[in-house]
């Protein structure tokens, strides 16, 4: 399965994607998006310098990635070069050395509660 598959898979709460129709002419570009879309929605950086990811991204992580440095190198690649989201990222990691990753990653729970969640 290709892995932007995961951001098409939508079960209704908020922690999922969401929902949306794909053209089979158009597949590849819509997961794509889709999988932008969350990114973008989902990770959240603080002002103490820490990463929040999605639990449902650190639960798929071997699907982009061997390691969490490797995914959140993984992720910084997948967001646009000069979006606010990607810099703040890549501030975080300034002065700290991969094997210290973990320090600044958190874990954002997966949120059960239903929402229908339908793109812009």
Known sequence: MNPNGIFALCCGTRSSPAVRVYTSDGVVNELERAKLEYLQASIIVTSA??????????????????????????????????????????DCFRGINNANVSSIVEKLPYEFEFQYLLPM
């Not at 820490?50 to 997948?78: N, T, Y």
């Not at 646009?80 to 989201?85: E, M, V």
């Open 49 to 90: 310098k820490k990463i929040g990811l999605p639990e449902l991204l650190l639960r798929h992580m071997h699907d982009f990635a061997q390691d969490l440095e490797s995914l959140v190198e993984w992720l910084c690649q997948q967001l646009p070069t000069s979006g606010s989201l990607r810099k703040s990222m890549v």
